[in-house]
């Protein structure tokens, strides 16, 4: 039997995640569906998943978005990879990078050639054997070449960093012009039917109700149809990422424009810099339990690289996730979902893959068990392996300085990533399981970036000679070099391509 179709959408709440969620459904959908979106002025966005990750760009080709217009109507920046500073020991600095190293050999990963020579004295930094860190320590930036084949230039993996208000507004205005529907207003309460507890209205504050089938929750931290109305649960993940609480503030920008994202473990925590086109973004992540709220705020302020644009604003969290995103006809989006600190960028990726997977498993009137089941058992793999991931940055440290790394350090952590740790240091091997989001460079780039250093290298590379292993090594860097030479700066490729209108920018940019 052929159940009804879900014909009528509300998304209760807008921001990043409300307006990448309806701009998408619209793409996806056709008139037999309408869209509406509730949101209010009055209520403010977080607006601290400034920075991205590569995968972005299969969401914003889906929506066939011109890339060039998108970072002129969004400020943005592109971005390379994330340096991380004093993790490992305060001092060190290594960049996790997008794209690949050098080519395998075989079926054997490049690193552990260089793993082998490396610990022979005879192989230089990590660093230089990918195009994309190479190119973020040289400030340079070009847009891959996929016709130059096998060239470091046609392997170039990069993302963005953009002001998310803005953002939200380009997907606005592309999601209205595909018809759907922006009502203006608070929701004063949620509407529940009595024999099955499924959300069949939102009712807002001058009365107005507005009824669907299926809603999407982006309504922040505060999950209104998902935690307060349908009492869905939360998972905690406080003891292993125990940061709660960040100050966030702009500040003006400074050159050069780098193309990537900064991290500085501080004393409890970390501070992000995120460079955009007409601001640089700041944000100090710490645990209020080794620190002051005050003295966070003033460790923020006195480590801008310019002038302060605004007071900065503090944000309280518990990392975590809720224990279904999806619960009867109610899908949690952004931060009604959970909260990842920013420290990978994967804030809008979790949107974006969730709008993904609810375009895969849409559902009809019947709301089929075993997809919400499917739905949720993939959204819990991912938010888990992203959490681990995280988790590694700060158990993986050496820093003994204070009472916050002392306690990252030797904390207890989940088996997942206890299993990868014991592999990785075994023989340099990573696993990637099933979909999960990080690569196998990514983990080996942060692991080996944090001092992690594998006790040997995969047994087959020994099959080699010694001498050809260094000449292959030797050409990989030298390549990467001439490449990187040949690249423009990025302040030169994004004031040749995609510079904002200033004046533009100033009629539409929020302070934030």
Partial sequence: MTLPHVRNIVIAGGGTAGWMTAAALSKVLNDRWKIV??????????????????????????????ENEFMRETSATFKLGIEFVNWGRVGDSYIHGFGPLGPDIGITKFHHYWLKMHQAGTASSLEDYSVNI????????????????????????????????????????????????????????????????????????????????????????RGLLIEQTLKTGYEDWSHWLPCDRAWAVPCRSVRPLTPYTRSTAHGAGWQ?????????????????????????????MSRLDGEPLADPRMLKFVTGKRKKLWNKNVVAVGL??????????????LIQSTVSRLATFFPDQGFNAADTEEFNRQSD????????????????????DTEFWNYCRTMPIPDTLAHKIDLFKA?????????????????????????????????????????????????????????????????DFVAANCAVDARVLGSKATMR
Wanted: aromatic residues 8%; glycine residues 6%; contains cysteine.
């Fill in 272 to 300: 992000w810099r995120i460079p955009l086109q007409h601001r640089t973004g700041n944000g100090h992540v710490f645990c209020s339990s080794f620190i002051r709220e005050e003295e966070a705020a003033q460790v923020l």
């Fill in 37 to 66: 979106l509730v949101e209010s002025e009055e209520i403010g966005t977080v607006g601290v998943g400034e920075a991205t990750i590569p995968i972005i760009n299969v969401y914003n080709n889906a929506l066939e978005i011109d």
């Fill in 381 to 400: 793999f991912e938010f888990e392996r992203i959490r681990d991931f995280i988790i590694l940055h700060y158990k993986a440290t050496e820093r003994s």
């Fill in 336 to 349: 009604a979902s959970g909260f990842m600190e920013p420290l990978e960028s994967t804030s809008i990726h």
């Fill in 134 to 221: 190479a190119a973020a320590r040289a400030n340079k930036f070009m847009r891959a070449k996929p016709e130059l084949g096998a060239s470091p230039l046609a392997e170039i993996a990069h993302a963005y960093h953009f002001d998310a208000g803005l953002y939200a507004a380009f997907l606005r205005r592309y999601a209205e012009k595909r018809g759907v529907e922006r009502l203006e207003g608070k929701i004063r309460s949620v509407s529940t039917r009595v024999d099955n507890g499924f959300v069949d209205a939102i009712v807002l504050e001058d009365g107005r109700r507005i009824d669907g089938d299926l809603f999407v929750d982006c309504t922040g931290f």
């Fill in 427 to 491: 023989n340099g091997r990573v696993v990637r399981e099933n979909a999960e989001l990080f690569s196998e460079i990514s983990w080996v780039e942060v692991m080996l970036g944090q001092r992690m250093a594998p006790a040997r290298y995969h047994p087959l590379v020994d099959a080699l000679p010694e001498a050809k292993i260094q000449s292959f090594l030797d050409n990989v860097r030298e390549t990467i070099r001439r490449c990187v030479d040949a690249m423009p700066a990025h302040s």
